[in-house]
């Protein structure tokens, strides 16, 4: 199974099912996230939290966990990726109610992970995250589902 770190309070909205269907990243392609397209994918939260996330993402993740913060370097759940897209400007504006990003945050070259049926872990696994996606190991592949 692989692994995608996603900084907090994004990656907990996802595993949450509450609004943000859509991971946004400044990656140069597709390639690996196309190959993963209908696997479960385990979503790690960095030891770095978004500072510049919006005051509404962070209060709709108080709303998810009132200790969101306590979540750091942890696999904190799974979720289905379903489609891996290169946005346009006007897909990003369409598509925000999905992905929750300021619009002023739009660059050319970004892409849309998009994710289905979350499902957060009852307890955190500790993990060390990496960039891109990563091999979470049998181990806690079994512990996932």
Known sequence: MKGLSIM???????????????????????????RLIGQRIAI????????DAPASVRGL???CNGAWQGLRGCIIGT?????????????FEELAPQH??????WEEGMI???????MVL????PWRGQLGFFEVGEVVA????
């Open 8 to 34: 907090l309070p994004w990656g907990l909205l996802i595993v949450a099912g509450r609004e943000k269907t859509i991971e946004v990243r400044n990656w140069s392609g597709i390639g690996a996230a196309g």
């Open 44 to 51: 790690h939260c960095g030891k770095k939290i978004a500072e």
């Open 61 to 63: 993740a108080y709303q």
């Open 79 to 91: 979720a289905t990726l379903v489609d891996a897209f290169r946005f346009t400007e006007r897909s």
């Open 100 to 105: 929750l990003n300021p619009l002023e945050w």
């Open 112 to 118: 849309g992970l998009e994710f289905a049926d979350p």
């Open 122 to 125: 009852a307890k955190p696994i």
């Open 142 to 145: 079994r512990r996932l589902g």
